[in-house]
């Protein structure tokens, strides 16, 4: 139910702003140049803050508290993240989490991805502060989020991309709740 009444909001959303806007919606985020193309917050955090102002037409005083503020603690796409970590951890070890092992797994990824720095791969790491929260040893663990490491730069990015879309969407929110015209 949960998931139909999303995609219906977001669907119709979509529906209002192509009829209201001709089709001449900009993108809310621009990627920077070279390599670095989806940093976590020290690089994300002016490019989000240029593009929301310009395109989305949000004041400075709005982007100015709401984005620095979700770029620290609205780390969502880092929590997802470790919480399918540990997921695919517990099924490599061929341990079957238990309901409550579950709620702490998602209570802890929450909170450790509160306090995750943003730099490439801290996501990676706070992964161990879940692994114990269920009773998992670091030994047996260390192994496979080694192996993660391989892929987890790309994997950084696509967090990266959840949180500042978020941290954009929870801005333009916050925008129009302040009685701003968007757009």
Not at 19 to 38: E, F, M, R, T
Not at 82 to 101: K, N
Not at 175 to 182: P, R, V
Request: proline share 4%; charged share 15%.
């Amino acid at each position: 139910i949960t998931y139909r009444l999303i995609s219906a909001w977001i669907s119709g959303l979509l529906q209002r702003l192509n009829k209201s806007h001709h089709n001449k919606a900009k993108p809310v985020a621009a990627p920077s140049k070279g390599d670095k193309a989806i940093e976590p917050l020290p690089t994300t955090l002016p490019v989000t803050m240029k593009c929301v102002n310009e395109n989305v037409k949000a004041s400075k005083e709005v982007s100015g508290f709401v984005l620095p503020m979700g770029a620290t603690i609205n780390m969502d796409g880092t929590a997802l993240y470790e919480c399918a970590g540990v997921i695919f951890i517990s099924q490599i070890l061929g341990v079957e989490l238990t309901i409550s092992q579950q709620i702490i797994v998602v209570v802890t990824a929450l909170l450790a991805s509160i306090g995750a720095a943003g730099i490439p791969s801290a996501g990676l790491v706070m992964i161990f502060i879940v692994t114990q929260a269920v009773g998992f040893n670091n030994e047996d663990v260390a192994l496979i989020i080694g192996a993660m490491l391989a892929v987890d730069r790309p994997l950084d990015m696509f967090r990266t991309m959840v949180n500042v879309t978020s941290d954009s969407i929870g801005t333009a929110i916050i925008a129009h709740s302040e009685g701003e015209k968007l757009y």
